[in-house]
């Protein structure tokens, strides 16, 4: 199992940037992919951005691509999230997650993700 705690959410203007970071601990060599999903209040968890952890291969849904940059140190076991230009409608607790699985363009992410932290809190004000 994989320990994965969150951090860098606040509050920010619509128009500014955060950058999330995940630290991960325990079996992180059984870990083959890592992402951020994200839960409005409600509304369901949604899929943000996900990366193969031993490539570089990423990817994001539609409507954060071009603001958001998912990225990773495999030295430091950090997962990160730079958004830019946020938006009121970006406001969401972001998690982050670990799956055992490489990820594909056919990949379901809802599906793939085995380890999960407790969120951050993102709000982004108009």
């Known amino acids: 199992q994989v320990q994965l705690v969150e951090s860098g959410g606040g509050f920010v203007q619509a128009g500014g940037s955060l950058r999330l970071s995940c630290a991960a601990s325990?079996?992180?060599?059984?870990?083959?992919?890592m992402g951020w999903f994200r839960q409005a209040p409600g509304k369901e968890r949604d899929f943000v951005a996900a990366?193969?952890?031993?490539?570089?291969?990423?990817f994001y849904i539609n409507y954060v691509k071009g603001r958001f940059t998912i990225s990773r140190d495999t030295a430091k076991n950090t997962l990160y999230l730079q958004m830019d230009n946020l938006k009121p409608e970006d406001t969401a607790v972001y998690y982050c997650?670990?799956?055992?699985?490489?990820?594909?363009?056919?990949?379901?992410?809802?599906?793939?993700?085995?380890?999960w932290g407790r969120g951050t809190q993102v709000t982004v004000s108009s």
């Open positions: 325990g079996r992180t060599d059984e870990t083959y992919a």
């Open positions: 990366i193969n952890w031993k490539g570089v291969r990423t």
């Open positions: 997650a670990a799956g055992r699985s490489s990820l594909g363009p056919q990949t379901d992410m809802f599906k793939v993700f085995d380890d």
